[in-house]
């Protein structure tokens, strides 16, 4: 009994070592020969890519990403490779993404699952194609147009009167958001978003010894992040905009509200920027700075 068993099994093992060998002989001779460079897009330009040598190169380069495909090399025409990207079979976005996070699931991609574009169906080839070297990873400017294609509602505000220099090249939409999935509400980068305000404007992080709340607990309460018709980049002008919070208050803003204008009126304080007299708006380390005006 005991000896048919062990010849069983090696029987057995022997068969799926000759099947495994078969299978990956298939591959690497395969998916070249008829996936060749004249293809379009060719599928050879991959092997200038930093994944020209996936597991070795060749065949088993195509594998990594598309998944083992003995049936499609058999009967190309109707049964899809084991993972497609279309434009014939689509696989599921999940698999399309596992497929690349089989490799890439740390780093700036540890967040995908939960992202907004996960959320929204997305998957990784939205923004990358591999097989050319220069749509891998749009960075920089390049990485902007990609995501413009479809914010195009944040197309229109970079080109507002006051916006953050991003269509100029000086800040890019991914310094802000992490397309694969963020640790801050819209998948910005940082936990709060002050704390994103605060890697590139250091000065307006407190503690202050005079703080005003609302600039500690969100730039947002006043700031649009990418563009606004009201210089620099406040959510409204002038007075309006710390009337927002300020308008029952006594004092000046009083001049500015409708009740008042007619009678008791200040006449000093009339058509004044609440500014001009209160400049340390995100808050003063002077030792008179109360009320935020030194
Ligand atoms: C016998 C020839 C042949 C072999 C071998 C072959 N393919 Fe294909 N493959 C085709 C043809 C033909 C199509 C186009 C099918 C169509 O458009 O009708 C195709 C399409 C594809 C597509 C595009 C699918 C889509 O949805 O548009 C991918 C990806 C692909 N093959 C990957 C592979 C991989 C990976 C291998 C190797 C493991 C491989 N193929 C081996 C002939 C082959
Ligand atoms: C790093 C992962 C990766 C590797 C490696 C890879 N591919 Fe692809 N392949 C993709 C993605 C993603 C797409 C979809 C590209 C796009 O968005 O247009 C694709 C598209 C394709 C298509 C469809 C092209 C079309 O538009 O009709 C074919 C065919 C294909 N790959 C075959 C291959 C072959 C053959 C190899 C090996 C030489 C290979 N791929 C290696 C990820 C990969
Ligand atoms: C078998 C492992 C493997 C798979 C699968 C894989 N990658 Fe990669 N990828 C790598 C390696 C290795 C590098 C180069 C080293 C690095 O930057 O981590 C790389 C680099 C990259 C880069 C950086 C390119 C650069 O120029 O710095 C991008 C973007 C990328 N991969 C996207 C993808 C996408 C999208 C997919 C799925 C379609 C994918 N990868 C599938 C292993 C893989
Ligand atoms: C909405 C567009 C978008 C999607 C979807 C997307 N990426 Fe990216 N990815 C980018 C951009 C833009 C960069 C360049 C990042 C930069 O400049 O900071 C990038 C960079 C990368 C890099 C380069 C190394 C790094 O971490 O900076 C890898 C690897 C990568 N992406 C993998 C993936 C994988 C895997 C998926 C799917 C799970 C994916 N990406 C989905 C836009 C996207
Ligand atoms: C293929 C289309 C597409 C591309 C390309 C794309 N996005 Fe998106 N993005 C979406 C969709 C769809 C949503 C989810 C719906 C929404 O909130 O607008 C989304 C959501 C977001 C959100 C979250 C919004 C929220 O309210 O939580 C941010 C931030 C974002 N995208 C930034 C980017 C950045 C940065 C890029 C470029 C690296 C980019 N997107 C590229 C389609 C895209
Ligand atoms: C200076 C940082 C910064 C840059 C650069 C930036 N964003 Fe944002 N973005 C934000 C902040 C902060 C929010 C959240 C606003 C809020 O909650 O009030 C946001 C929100 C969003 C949203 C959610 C919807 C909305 O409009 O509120 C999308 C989509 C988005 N950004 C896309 C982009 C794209 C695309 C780019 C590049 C063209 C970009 N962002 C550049 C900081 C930035
Ligand atoms: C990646 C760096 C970066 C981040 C993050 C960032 N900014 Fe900026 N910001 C800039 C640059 C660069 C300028 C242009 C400065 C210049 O031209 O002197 C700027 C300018 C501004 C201006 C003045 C605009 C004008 O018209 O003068 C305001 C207001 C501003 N940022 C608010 C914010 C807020 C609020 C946040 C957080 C949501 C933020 N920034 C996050 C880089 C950044
Ligand atoms: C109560 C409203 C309010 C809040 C909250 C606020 N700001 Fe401002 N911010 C302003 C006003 C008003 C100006 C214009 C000041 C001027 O013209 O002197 C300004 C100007 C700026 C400027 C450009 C001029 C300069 O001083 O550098 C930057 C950058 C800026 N704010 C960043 C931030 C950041 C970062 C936060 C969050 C920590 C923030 N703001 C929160 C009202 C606010
Ligand atoms: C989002 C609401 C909000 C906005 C907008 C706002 N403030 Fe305030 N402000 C507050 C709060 C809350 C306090 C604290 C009130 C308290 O301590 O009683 C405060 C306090 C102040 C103080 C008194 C500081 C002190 O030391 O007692 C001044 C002065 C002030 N704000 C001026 C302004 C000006 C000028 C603007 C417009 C540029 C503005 N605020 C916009 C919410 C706001
Ligand atoms: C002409 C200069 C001037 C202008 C313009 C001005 N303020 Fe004041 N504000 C002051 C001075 C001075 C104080 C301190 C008064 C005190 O300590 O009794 C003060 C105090 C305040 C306080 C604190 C009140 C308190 O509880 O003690 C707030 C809030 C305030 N101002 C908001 C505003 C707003 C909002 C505007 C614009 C609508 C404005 N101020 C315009 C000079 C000005």
Redesign the pocket.
Known sequence: MAVSRQSLSFICSGLLLALLGAFTRADEAMCLDCHDPDSEPAMHAIANTVHGSLDGGGAATCVACHGPSTDHQDDPEEVAPGVSFGPKWTSSAEARSASCQSCHSGNDQMLWVGSAHQQDNLSCDACHNPHQQQLLAGREQAADAVCLECHTQVRSQLHLPSRHPIAEGKTSCTDCHNPHGGLGHADLRQVSLNDNCFTCHQDKRGPFLWEHPPAAEDCALCHQPHGSVNEPLLNARG?AL??QC?AA?F???QP?SSESLGGSANQ??LG???L???SQIHGSNHPSG??L?R
């Open positions: 007075p710390c009337q300020h208050a004092h000046p803003s500015y000093n304080m004044k920027n609440c001009n007299c209160h109360a009320r005006t």
